[in-house]
């Protein structure tokens, strides 16, 4: 996939499903539907250079939940985007990952710490209740 990244969903969907790629999997499994709001980001946050602050207003949303890999970076970078726009943020735990294990752990507790974000596990929000809110 490095390298071949050219705005361009549906071309980068069939390339990503077409390659004996890990992601490939994860990528079959949860392909964007037609109804879906989709925004590519060209660099660690989406904010950056993306639609996104835009679609955010346009939708009235004031809670986001974050999820991806990679936890100390993409996910991390996001974050402290959508906290310095004032979102109430949730990352669960078991939703992110690292390229290095080790890596994971530290990031949440930034994000906790410094962010207030919730990172309690998928299983421990109350996904109803944050819907109603």
């Excluded at 050219?6 to 980068?12: A, E, G, H, I, T």
């Excluded at 109804?35 to 207003?57: M, Q, R």
């Excluded at 009235?60 to 004032?86: I, K, N, P, W, Y």
């Amino acid at each position: 996939f490095t390298g071949r990244w050219r705005s361009d969903l549906s071309q980068l969907l069939a390339t990503g499903t077409q390659m004996n790629t890990p992601g490939r999997p994860l990528l079959t499994m949860h392909a964007p539907q037609p109804t879906d709001y989709v925004v590519l980001k060209p660099k660690h946050s989406g904010f950056f250079a993306t639609p996104l602050e835009s679609l955010l207003v346009y939708l009235g949303a004031r809670h986001l939940v974050l999820a991806g890999f990679t936890t100390d970076q993409c996910v991390l970078f996001t974050a402290s985007d959508a906290f310095l726009r004032d979102y109430r943020l949730h990352v669960p735990a078991d939703c992110t990952d690292t390229v290095e294990p080790q890596d994971k752990a530290p990031a949440l507790h930034l994000m906790e710490k410094r962010l207030h974000v919730d990172t309690r596990s998928s299983e421990a929000i109350d996904w109803a209740a944050l819907a109603r809110s």
